[in-house]
């Protein structure tokens, strides 16, 4: 009898998550989930077949969806775990209850496994938990919002949120700061955002600019977008506006908002730098926090990898 037959845990641990595979195949997942199980059970409470299930759910994921080598430095480095505990918690393969419970016992997988000298250091899930983008349902609720407020100047205030945090994808103190001087419209609508790294300019989504050129019709030179045009600059008056204006069907949110015009960006095919550039992010590494809200590979989006463009 086999090393995967003689544990069936870690077997249908890889069956119940995955295609059919190769018996061969399966028998040497098995066995390398087992091995690592048996080696962290001797240095932790959880049973081996506690460990099994978890572990082996894990190299499923790693393996057999993102499709890495059974080799543990790379299986087990910081980083694959977070994106794993990421993935999972997004699509609703794991319990909440569950969440710390893995990401222990994986965290504990790479110290044991891993080099002092290569292993990183994992981030909290905090840190690296980003908020969902907006579901479409979602999207079709903000014009709504933007109608429905008490008064003429929430309502503007709405619409200039709206307009800049999904149309443009702007952080909360951008758009807060954001002068009629900063607009262009001209075959469509750009807007110039200064921050620590200088000036960019990024295009409104279209089906944001007829609501966002009649905000600032009647805006002129120096004056604010976002609520009155002559007023002080208050950290907080986005929060202090969303917590007061009417929002039952949809919670704004400009971290949110945000994420989902990058999601958007990415999803559409934008070239990194472009992305990069019109998003005010200095490093590449920092899309990575949203590659799991994209759709999963398919054999179609697989085929674009077969095309040779040479600058």
Not at 91 to 107: A, C, E, F, N, W
Not at 116 to 138: C, H, I, K, M, V
Not at 166 to 189: F, M, P, S, V, W
């Amino acid at each position: 009898m086999s090393n995967a037959e003689s544990q069936p845990g870690a077997r249908n641990t890889m069956t119940d998550t995955h295609p059919p595979v190769s018996e061969l195949v399966l028998s040497e997942v098995a066995a390398f989930v087992q091995t690592v199980a048996r080696l962290l059970a001797s240095q932790s409470d959880y049973t081996v077949a506690r460990l099994t299930t978890i572990i082996g759910k894990y190299v499923a994921w790693a393996h057999g969806i993102r499709g890495l080598p059974l080799a543990e430095r790379l299986l087990f480095d910081t980083k694959v775990v977070d994106l794993y505990i990421r993935d999972s918690r997004i699509q609703g393969k794991l319990h909440p209850s569950s969440i710390g419970t893995y990401r222990s016992v994986l965290l504990r997988v790479s110290e044991v496994l891993l080099p002092r000298d290569e292993a990183t250091q994992a981030r909290g899930l905090s840190a690296n938990a980003l908020l969902p983008p907006y579901s479409a349902e979602e999207l079709t609720h903000f014009p709504t919002w933007a109608l429905g407020q008490r008064t003429d100047l929430m309502g503007q205030k709405a619409t200039a949120l709206m307009c800049l945090g999904l149309g443009c994808g702007l952080r909360a103190r951008e758009i807060n700061t954001l002068r009629r001087e900063d607009i262009e419209d001209d075959n469509g609508i750009i807007v110039t955002v200064l921050d620590e790294n200088g000036a960019r300019r990024v295009p409104m989504l279209p089906r944001y600019e007829p609501a966002f050129r009649k905000l600032i019709e009647s805006r002129r030179s120096g004056d604010f977008i976002f609520g009155k045009p002559e007023r002080e600059v208050r950290r907080n008056a986005i929060s202090e506006f969303v917590a007061v204006s009417n929002c039952h069907r949809v919670k704004p949110n400009t971290y949110r908002m945000r994420t989902t015009w990058i999601v958007g960006r990415l999803a559409s095919g934008v070239d990194l730098p472009t992305l990069l550039e019109a998003a005010g992010l200095d490093r590449l590494e920092k899309l990575g926090d949203y590659i799991p809200y994209l759709a999963q590979p398919t054999p179609a989006t697989f085929a674009g990898l077969t095309k040779d463009v040479v600058r």
